[in-house]
């Protein structure tokens, strides 16, 4: 029976967990993808936005308005490629969490690499548009790149020992 160094099976918790992760966002970015070609439809469009301005909350930050606004300015047929967009993102996800719940050592970087690519993206939107949510995001992201790039040079070091 092959024994596992102890470092292999503390990284396999962490790899689980992100990929886990992973699998969350691509639910998430499928039931996006599904409500967006819902709203592609004029009729459902229009019904959601006279459910939203009808809807009796106290709105104290306009909230609510602003998603009004945002939908109306989009129109529903934007909501076809805010779809395809999302369903492009949440099969790269699928493959990253895949990839890392098997311990793929090509989807750690390819995870890297993607997370990485973002990592501009959300500097500049948490820098200008500040929310706790993107600050989080930004954070949360930082910390896997750098575990995934540790996990990663640390296989390849015991694999060198081992050859």
Known sequence: M??????ESRHSVGLRVIAIYEVVKTVGLILVAIAAFHLNRTQNFEHLVHW??????ADSNGL???LVNL????GPSKFVAVGIVA??????FAVEGIGLW??????EWFTVIT???LIPLEIYETLHHFGWLKLATLVGN????IYLVHVALQSRKSNAHTS
């Open 115 to 117: 997370t990485g690519s």
């Open 87 to 92: 369903l492009a993102y949440a099969a790269i």
């Open 71 to 74: 939908l109306e300015d989009m």
């Open 102 to 107: 098997l311990r793929k050592s090509w989807a």
């Open 142 to 145: 930082v910390v896997i790149i």
């Open 2 to 7: 092959k024994q596992t160094p102890k470092h």
């Open 52 to 57: 939203l301005e009808h809807l009796s909350l």
């Open 64 to 66: 609510r308005w602003k």
